[in-house]
């Protein structure tokens, strides 16, 4: 049995374990095409694929191959966008980060704030040595974000997924745990 789902705090959010209770607001941002465009999904067109989704964070923690939080800003408890790990490789000490926000939300310091208490979580609670970010080209204010993080861009990985009936092209950022001294 899994430990009890670690709740982080920043100064203005909490970021905590999505329940089924937050499909409605998780709907919101995930059915609009901006917010989903760079993430190699469709946008949901009903709660049932926002329960899939949800259904998606909770496997992959119990199979301890990532963990996703909802983040939530203090004075509302609302889900406005979530980050975490995915296709994290004990063996290895390595995860791929992800996220994405509520457009609400976009160009507040909120995606940077959630991005900077998760790399840590993951240094220095899950033992991580290597944190990746996979991210389309296109997407020009993740890489920024990242990279205001200390990622480091190391290359075009062409071609490697295929989502929504396309090949796409994705950059390889990465942090290693010395590199957070630096940062």
Same mark, same amino acid.
């Given at each position: ?5 670690? $709740?982080? %705090? ?9 329940? @089924? ?6 709907? &919101? ?7 989903? &465009? ?11 694929? =926002? %329960? ?11 199979? #301890?191959? +990532?963990?996703?939080? +909802? $983040? ?18 004990? &063996? !290895?000490?390595? *995860? %791929? ?9 976009? +160009? ?5 704030? *959630? ?9 220095? !609670? @899950?033992?991580?040595?290597? $944190?990746? *970010?996979?991210?389309?080209? *296109? ?6 974000? =990242? %990279?205001?993080?200390?990622? #480091? ?5 062409? !071609? ?9 092209? @994705? ?13």
């Amino acid at each position: 049995m899994k430990n009890k789902f670690p $709740i982080l %705090e920043t100064n203005r959010l909490i970021l905590r374990e999505i329940m @089924l209770e937050d499909v409605y607001d998780i709907f &919101k941002y995930l059915s609009d095409i901006d917010v989903v &465009k760079h993430m190699g999904i469709m946008p949901c067109q009903n709660v049932k694929d =926002v %329960e899939d989704e949800i259904g998606w964070y909770k496997s992959i923690y119990e199979e #301890s191959t +990532g963990i996703r939080w +909802g $983040i939530t800003l203090k004075d509302s408890g609302k889900v406005i966008g979530s980050c975490g790990f995915l296709n994290m490789i004990t &063996k !290895h000490n390595r *995860a %791929e980060v992800g996220y994405e926000l509520s457009k609400d939300y976009w +160009g507040k310091g909120i995606a940077s704030e *959630a991005l900077e208490a998760v790399v840590n979580y993951g240094f220095h !609670h @899950l033992q991580l040595e290597r $944190i990746q *970010a996979l991210i389309e080209p *296109a997407n020009l204010s993740s890489q920024k974000l =990242v %990279e205001r993080q200390g990622f #480091s861009k190391e290359g075009l990985l062409r !071609h490697y997924e295929y989502t929504c009936g396309k090949f796409d092209d @994705l950059y390889m950022y990465s942090i290693i745990k010395e590199d957070l001294s630096k940062v």
